[in-house]
């Protein structure tokens, strides 16, 4: 909440109003802001309530923008390209068919019979309408609704002769002396800020207001007010008290909460937690349009094979978070190591063992000017309401972007920047953890890797010793669902000079399973001997040399020297830059 102060009596006014209409009001009445921009849950519902009866309501934005916020003012217009001008009130419309046809007799325009809905077209006679009604003393509210197609991200080069109007009106209007001095707002509506032209939001003419989701007590208020005539309907088909419905259904709006409390009291639905989180999850990845997906597991840290130091830790992580100790966890991880070595499955496994959910953050990217941004912009606006959050992105290095980055109109340079900020937020510590994967972390930028982001650096390597190696194998043997002693095992599979990574394991293990089938008619007969015949006919992919690189820039990544194993604990950095710089100019 902004800490903007102005006379005590106003405080009554604006109480009851949502945090994020009581920030526009302050804002509004330091008389030096007349222009807001409104984003984010803007197509969700607001809560409207009654200050002397306390009875609430919940109403669309534009209803609440125009019949609670700016029920005061004589004259509330309501734009966007689709509808046009219209209102919201019938004395209000009629009082502007007379300015139109004024403005038809003064100008030799038709309006009156065909009205404007260019952007344009429409500004420059609101611009005439309002001087004209603010000049006689009426206050006025101007709310535009799907602002990006009135002023949209791009470049300046592309914008036409219209949009060029538009920009220009819009940014006269925010610093104008006339409508600076009287009872006089506008608002612009859209979902992502980045969508909008950057030179207009970044004004100092202009303020952004975020409307979040709603959080836990909002969830809870909602809930207890839609069943307040049924509750005793809802307790009989669901599991979950209205507590326990709030308390797990972070990242959800109104409109989804109404949906599937709807759907438990009129069509009589059983709603219990597994139900629940389906629920939420799908509402979640389609409000993300796709770009977030839940990473679902059974698997625990009990399932990793190896990697003793990296569990170790990850375990008193989250123990740490059972106890509500956010503040000693790090803003985020970097997870680093050669292909197949269980990165994704490490993390996936943490994010189960102590019980928060785990999205990933899918392709983002669009073809489309201003696109991408605005998609990044949706992620995050809802990964802000769903703390507890475990953030995976897997390939990271190709992710992320880069503030060096060109050929691509600065997309990259603008996704990494909106990441980074995102990432450094002193609130989202042990709240939102973000995951970064990646088996080439010296092609992330410098800035995404340093404290403050992605503070502990986790290294993960091939199993180097007999014991790491059986351990792993047991692992994929119960994946694979085969029991073979000890015994059975070649010792070339243990011991040998091949390294063997565990998706390298589980296809020696499925290959032995399709040999036996063949031969012993069963996949589980495995014997010691068809393990021993796949295992020296196997031959590992031949990039052993990337792996290389991708092992010793892990080296250089990782934060603990306790995690590395021998020979790279023992050798200088110097020697091992030495060699990564040989290998990088060896021809691919």
Known sequence: MNDLNFPSKFDHLISHYPRWAQLLTRKYFTKTLIQFILHGNVRD??????????????????NFLAQELFAARDIVVLYDRAAGIHFLDAEMQKDFNRAISGHDNLFGTEYAKTRPRNPSQVLAILDNYFRLRLSSGKRIACIIDYAETIVPMAEASMYSAD???????????????FFLQHDFTICLITENLSDLNQQHVQSPWTAEITIPLPEKDDRLAFAQWLTKDSLRRYETYSELTLEAFAQNTPGLGYTQLRTILADTLENKSRLDFDHLSELKKVMIEESAFGMLEFVESNSNL????????????LRQAAAALRQGLHEVMPMGYLVSGPVGTGKTFLITCFANEIGIPMVKLKNFRSQWQGQTEGNLERILNLLEAMPPVAVMIDEADAALGNRDASGDSGVSKRVFGQIASFMSKPEHRGRIIFFLITARPDLMPVDLKRQGRAEEHIALFYPSTPKDRLELLQVMMRRTNLTLSEDSVPETLLNGVTVYSGADMEALLTRAKFRAAAINGSPTAV?????????DDFIPP?????????????????????SLPEPYRSTGRIEITQRINELKLKPS
């Open 163 to 177: 949009d060029r109007s538009a920009l220009v009106n819009l940014q006269r209007w925010a610093h104008d002396p």
């Open 527 to 535: 014997t010691a001997e068809i393990l021993s015949s796949v295992v």
């Open 542 to 562: 031949a990039n052993t040399e990337e792996k290389e690189l991708q092992a010793l820039v892990a080296v250089l990544e990782s934060t603990s020297r306790e």
């Open 45 to 62: 519902l607001v809560r409207c309530e009654n200050p002397e009866t306390g009875n609430a309501d919940y109403i669309g934005l534009i």
């Open 302 to 313: 009990d399932d990793v094979a190896g990697h003793h130091e990296a569990k170790t830790h």
